[in-house]
């Protein structure tokens, strides 16, 4: 995939608990209906989850994981077989499963490879592109870790030794997600997103996904459903850091943060008339 020009992630939850309502998809008609107006809008990916990463959610096992979510990838690949599709999840097994059973082609691991130890040696198996993410704990415990010694310097040093690891067996197509609201305060944050460039040292793609997450709502005093307007303000400031993928609820505006983003920066290095 070409992310000279940035591309956006559509998000499909095959759940009942994911914080935004609206991405909670579970019959087939929904599912599929949500596939093609993600590809309809200009989405260029589709990242399928099954397990909700709210820190009030339960944790499925990956056996109940997968129960959800291999139907949904069967009926994908079966009625939309060109599309491209990431697997959210933090399972090494049903990585392994949704890539070879149904084509998947990028693995979404929000924990880094720390909640399933088998995961990057699995990864470097299936010779995938892998989205690796900044989280301690997990889903549950995450917001009891926000303590850092110096924060954006742990995250980067976070990012070259996985990404050592990763080379080190082999994996080279990788994708970097600062991981905003995953272990993290408001402030954290929106200083992560302030020095989103720093990232940019590991000259690998860099995913972005704020869609009407916390950070938004808790600062603007509104709800997730309330939250599109602050989600396009930050993607604009993610687009102008140099992001080349969006991971949203809301596709027809991230591809339109795209456009307008790319026509500004076509004046970059063009003296002024």
Do not use: W
């Amino acid at each position: 995939m070409d992310l000279s020009t940035p591309k956006v992630m559509g998000i499909l939850n095959v759940t009942p608990d994911s914080f935004f309502s609206g991405s909670r998809k579970q019959s087939e008609d929904e599912i599929l209906r949500r596939c093609r107006h993600i590809l309809q809008e200009g989405g260029a990916i589709i990242d399928v989850g099954a397990q909700s990463t709210a820190p009030s959610a339960a944790r499925l096992t990956a056996r109940e994981e997968a129960k959800r979510l291999m139907p949904a990838l069967e009926l994908i690949r079966r009625e939309l077989p060109d599309a491209i599709l990431s697997v959210d999840t933090f399972y090494a097994d049903v990585a392994k499963q949704a890539v070879e059973e149904h084509g998947v082609q990028i693995v979404n691991d929000i924990s880094g490879g720390e909640i399933d130890e088998r995961m990057f040696a699995v990864i470097a198996r299936l010779n995938v592109p892998y989205i690796l993410m900044h989280m301690r704990g997990t889903p549950q415990t995450m917001q009891q870790l926000t303590g850092y010694d110096h924060f954006i310097q742990d995250l980067l040093y976070y990012f070259s030794e996985k990404k050592a690891r990763l080379n080190n067996l082999g994996v080279t197509d990788l994708l970097i997600d600062p991981g905003f609201g995953f272990s993290k305060t408001l402030s954290q944050n929106y200083e992560l997103m302030a020095y989103l460039k720093y990232f940019h040292i590991f000259d690998e793609p860099i995913l972005v996904g704020v869609s009407r997450k916390s950070m938004v709502y808790r600062l603007l005093e509104v709800t997730p459903d309330e939250s599109l307007n602050g989600t396009t303000v930050l993607n604009t400031i993610a687009l102008l850091s140099g992001a080349s993928i969006l991971r949203v609820h809301d596709v027809k505006e991230a591809v339109e943060c795209v456009q307008i983003t790319g026509k500004v920066k076509e004046f970059d290095h063009q003296p002024a008339q």
